[in-house]
């Protein structure tokens, strides 16, 4: 603290800072270090849980409950070799094909409804923007409850239960407000002079929004792409109302099944199923981190 | 840069944007050119075109539903006969005559008003500590972040389960420090506060946010506060909190509302049951319960009202009260 404020004295008169920066370093340097240290720490008991987790699909079954550790006594990949097999007659792959179904689906139809409505809020002076923006941003804050009874009253009557019509029609339609709004704040920060000049030029919306807006979004899209698909990807309660067969359930509801069928006799395989659905989040996360963080503290800050 | 006579013109209306629709498609004259009528008639077709995904989505998958289980809330309804009306029963009910209800209330509030604040302030702290540097930061950012990721799916609920419970992980090494506790997931008592650990557990998200907002509070702030002798303590009061308390509402409603919203670790960690003795009982989990494993549709939309008043009242107290301790930049107060 006072090391600052004599840095800043000096800095005031002039003084080039040789003084003080040579006192600095030592104080600094320690300070460095148990900064670190209680940052490592600090990792180590928040990843924890994942990294039990990837060594718990090694135990055998027989050693949950015996060993709380990280290492495995007897280490095996049985618990792979049975989940491979799939639970209740349906493969795993088939699991895993189902919850891509349904996740890219979802990608595709977030992105182009959610960017439409965005442009819409942000680019178009039309009647009624003011009054349905804050009706989207209402939604933002909704509970789901208030519309999860009738929708699925809706889907039931339609008879599209047990189909992924339920699940992937609602994001062609841009029902998730988080996405409309983060892609409003990206398209109110592009300056508004590319429209203008090619407006003059005589191009309509639709040339403008394609040409222009969707390729500077670009970073916003795939935020959104990168949220769309690992929000889909674990939603639980979606597929537990709307899909019956097991041949349709996607991961997380086929994890439900080992969970319930085996939780006691058979908790290698639970784990490993487990470790296997959290993959393609995990490897997404370390691919697209940046995106990622940084797209949480924009929608943070300019909300 | 150029910038037309009418883009200027335009200005003034377009700095507001979001704000109320006025100016929008309201001719400012009478006296208006007919171009000028016909380029505003131009931007509505052109608006409503690019919104109608998202129109069709609010008016049916939302506001119609919405209205729709308003009704059905006054209502008994399994799915197959008609929904008969029953007034204000369901709400009558659910507050006098099912204890299952007032307790999945209780948990849940016990859930959200301890879990909620324990986790805003420790991703506070732990953002103020990764801002102690600038360099070097990423990988915990990224690596504190992860939880919030993955923290609501299947896999962690399970995960969770095991790391909780008898001879699991958390209980050996309570253990060792001469703590017998002999599983948490059975245990009446400590379920909850399982729970709660795992929602502070997904600090990520709004750790991030704190951070961002971090980094913009101006150096000269906290320098001035030393000349006049502030301690870490008061610059932490008179600096950090006033500058940063935008960032503090907006996490505290969002995450307050999300803590309502739990679902699947609650269903995963009791089977679905709710249990020990309804402890993880949450009011969404019972709502589904309710509604459609025992199909009383009218008496779970009667729930979800009653869950939309809450947060909206919730919303309302903070709006209101953020008058007062909120502070934007460049707002002189």
Redo the contacts between chains.
């Keep these: ?1 006072s090391t ?2 004599v840095d ?1 004295a000096a800095f005031l008169e002039g003084q080039i800072e040789p003084q003080p920066r040579r006192r600095r370093p030592k104080r600094k340097t320690v ?2 270090v148990i ?2 240290v ?2 490592l720490a ?2 180590a008991i ?5 990294v ?2 990837v060594f ?1 699909t090694f135990k055998p079954s027989s050693e ?3 060993n ?2 990280l290492i495995p006594e007897n280490p095996t990949i049985d618990n792979y070799l049975k989940v491979f097999d799939g639970i209740a007659g349906t493969p795993l792959w088939r699991f895993f094909g189902n919850s891509l179904l349904i996740a890219v689906s979802a990608v595709i139809g977030i992105l ?3 960017a ?2 965005a ?4 680019r ?10 804050a ?2 941003i209402g ?1 933002l ?14 889907f ?1 009557k339609l008879e599209l239960v047990d189909t992924y019509v339920p699940l992937i ?2 994001k ?4 998730e407000a988080f996405f ?1 709004f983060l892609m ?1 704040q990206f398209i ?1 920060n592009i300056p ?2 590319m429209d ?2 090619a407006r ?1 030029d005589g191009a ?2 639709t040339r403008i ?1 394609f040409s222009i807006i969707l390729p500077l979004i670009r970073p916003a899209l795939i935020t959104s792409a990168i949220f769309a698909f ?1 929000w889909t990807w ?1 939603d ?2 979606g597929p ?2 709307y899909v019956n067969s097991p041949e349709k359930y996607p ?2 509801i086929a ?2 099944l080992y ?2 069928a085996t ?1 006691t006799s058979d ?1 290698g395989a ?2 490993a199923v ?2 296997l ?2 993959l393609p ?2 490897i997404f ?1 370390i691919v697209f ?1 940046r995106f ?2 940084d797209g ?6 300019k ?1 | ?4 006579k009418e ?1 200027a013109a ?1 200005q003034p ?2 700095a507001g ?10 001719p400012k004259t009478p006296a208006l050119k007919p171009g000028r009528r016909r380029a505003n008639r131009r ?6 075109t ?9 008016l ?7 209205i ?2 308003l009704y ?1 809330s006054f209502t008994k309804y399994n ?1 197959f006969a008609d929904p008969k009306f029953v007034g204000f029963d369901n709400y009558v009910r659910m507050f006098t005559q099912d204890p299952q209800f007032l307790q999945s209330v209780q948990i849940t509030l016990v859930y959200v008003l301890v879990g909620t604040p324990v986790k805003l302030a420790a991703a506070l702290g ?1 953002a103020m ?2 801002n ?2 600038n360099r ?1 930061t990423g990988f ?8 919030s ?2 923290g ?5 609920a ?3 389960r ?2 909780f ?5 958390v ?3 309570l253990s060792f420090f001469g703590l017998e506790i002999g599983g948490w997931v059975g245990n009446v008592s400590l379920v909850i506060p399982m729970m709660i650990l795992l929602a502070v ?1 997904q600090f990520g ?2 750790m ?2 704190f ?3 971090l980094k ?1 509070i101006p150096r000269e702030l906290y ?1 001035a506060a ?2 006049d002798g502030a301690g870490p303590v008061r610059k932490f009061r008179s600096v950090t909190i006033p500058m940063l308390s935008s ?1 503090i509402f ?2 505290l ?1 969002l995450e307050t ?1 999300n803590a ?2 739990v ?2 670790s609650a ?2 960690i009791s ?2 049951s709710g249990g020990p003795a309804g402890m993880t009982n949450f009011y ?1 989990l019972y ?2 319960k309710r ?2 494993a025992d199909g009383q ?1 009218g008496y ?2 009667a ?3 009653v ?2 008043i809450v ?1 909206a009242i919730i ?1 309302f107290i903070l709006f209101r009260t953020s008058k007062s301790w909120v502070h934007y930049a460049g707002e002189s107060k």
């Design positions: 603290m600052i404020e800043r300070n460095t900064w670190f209680v940052l600090l990792t928040i990843l924890y849980p994942l039990w987790l718990s949950f409950g015996q709380p550790g182009a409804s959610s439409l409505a442009y819409a809020f942000a178009i002076k039309f009647k009624g923007v003011g009054v349905l923006f009706a989207m939604t804050l909704l509970p789901f409850h208030v519309i999860i009874i009738p929708q699925y009253i809706m039931q029609l609602p062609f339609l841009a029902t409309v409003v109110r508004r002079d203008e000049a003059i309509g919306h929004f690992i674990n639980f309660l537990l109302l991961l997380p994890l439900r969970n319930d939780s908790y639970t784990v487990s470790f659905a959290l989040i995990l996360f981190q990622l963080v949480v503290a924009t929608q943070g800050l909300g | 840069m150029t910038i037309t883009a335009e209306t377009r944007a979001g704000g109320p629709a006025k100016g929008a498609g309201r931007e509505n077709v052109a608006g409503y690019f919104l109608l995904p998202w129109l069709i989505g609010f049916g998958l939302t506001l119609g539903p919405m729709y289980s059905l799915l732990i500590l990764l102690y540097r070097g915990f950012r990224s690596s504190f972040y992860a939880p990721l993955i609501a799916s299947v896999s962690v399970i995960v969770w095991a790391m419970s008898s001879n699991g992980p209980d050996s090494s557990w998200a709004p991030v946010i951070l961002a907002g913009q320098e030393e000349v960032v907006f996490n409603l509302i309502f919203q679902f699947a269903y995963i089977n679905g969404t709502l589904y509604g459609f549709m779970a939309a729930m979800a009202w869950l939309v947060v919303a």
